[in-house]
């Protein structure tokens, strides 16, 4: 598995709990911010700013990481790729480190945010 590839599958699965879980899914700058480069462009119409850009995002993210993990917890491929990113000094590497120190018992699988929380 690539850098890329890895990183890919890592911010679609941040992605897929944040829909999940809150409601809300990352914007194409949200994916792209994880990323490290412009890679996603959807063309998806933005009508409201990204509620995971406001106040502490690598926090947020990690919450999101820690849920997908519990999710995917019987997906190898997702373990490789946080394995192969975990110690990059990059915003999905710190992500993946802050996650690891936490418990899914800290997160309420199924928690609703509204926009004013999330």
């Known amino acids: 598995m690539t850098p890329d590839e890895a990183r890919h599958l890592v911010i679609e699965g941040i992605n897929y709990a944040a829909y999940h879980e809150t409601d809300f899914s990352l914007h194409d700058s ?3 911010r994880l990323f490290g480069s412009a890679h996603y462009e959807s063309d998806r119409p933005v009508h409201e700013p990204s509620p995971w850009a406001e106040g502490d995002f690598e926090e947020k993210m990690a919450m999101l990481l820690v849920w997908v993990n519990v999710l995917n917890r ?7 790729a946080q394995k192969r990113l975990e110690g ?12 690891k120190n936490r418990k899914a018992t800290d997160i309420a699988l199924g928690t609703k945010f509204g926009r004013s929380s999330a």
């Open 30 to 32: 949200d994916k792209n």
């Open 88 to 99: 990059e000094d990059s915003v999905v590497g710190r992500i993946i480190r802050r996650a």
């Open 74 to 80: 019987s997906v190898p491929a997702f373990t490789e």
